[in-house]
């Protein structure tokens, strides 16, 4: 496993990103194409900058991306990649989504790849990391155009099956997804949600 693990790090060295997280966004990417060229993205729990870059770079000149975080952080926008924008904030505080909105009243694409500081408690550890995966859906479900997508990272455990019934309800097609870069014994797994429904079409489908 720690072979894996080198590996990844010494590519994302070669390949110019800040941290080798980078490939379980490439991985899904490669697989659903949840990302396209001109598309806005917000990138959640965005520090130190990797899926920002790699998002930057699929989009292309016509789209832009947001990315927010806890720490303060700025990479480099790829050559011919999108504008990126570097917002300090946390995200359940509400100046953070006046910024959000302020920058683009919606997007295609939400991307969320939020941890919380480890315990060394693996049920506190869980709880928080579906804490911080809820509030992704939460501001995914405010601001996602209407058949956007949704990419989160949640620690599996108890709940978890709630979490994805709740993104079942408000996507056409949703997958879990654990990427080969993302270490086997870690509870780290991906909820995908492709085609986002927006409140009232869930409301219109309900009563008919
Ligand atoms: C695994 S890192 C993200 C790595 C990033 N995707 C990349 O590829 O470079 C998780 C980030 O989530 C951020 N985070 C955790 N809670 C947050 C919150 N409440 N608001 C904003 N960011 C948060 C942390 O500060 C941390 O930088």
């Keep these: 496993m720690k072979k894996i693990q080198d590996y990844y790090f010494e590519k994302a060295k070669k390949e110019h990103y800040p941290a080798r997280s980078v490939y379980k966004l490439e991985e899904a990417q490669k697989k659903h194409t949840l990302l396209r060229r001109g598309d806005g993205v917000l990138d959640l729990g965005a520090c130190p900058g990797s899926w920002s870059m790699y998002a930057a770079k ?67 550890d869980q709880q928080h990391s579906l804490d911080l995966a809820r509030r992704a859906l939460e501001l995914a479900a405010d601001l996602l155009e209407p058949g956007g997508n949704f990419y989160c990272k949640v620690f599996e455990g108890e709940d978890f099956k709630g979490f994805v019934d709740q993104v079942r309800g408000r996507f056409a097609m949703v997958k879990i997804v654990k990427p080969k870069s993302s270490r086997s014994e870690s509870p780290e797994v991906f909820v995908l949600g492709m085609g986002f429904k927006p409140a009232m079409a869930v409301l219109l489908k309900v009563e008919s």
């Design 58 to 124: 699929v989009v292309g000149v016509e789209g832009l991306i947001v990315g927010v975080d806890l720490h303060s952080w700025e990479v480099a926008a790829p050559g011919k990649g999108a504008r990126i924008h570097h917002l300090c904030g946390d995200i359940y505080a509400p100046e953070t989504v006046a910024m959000l909105r302020e920058i683009r009243s919606h997007y295609r694409v939400v991307l969320s790849d939020m941890a919380p500081k480890t315990t060394g408690s693996k049920w506190a």
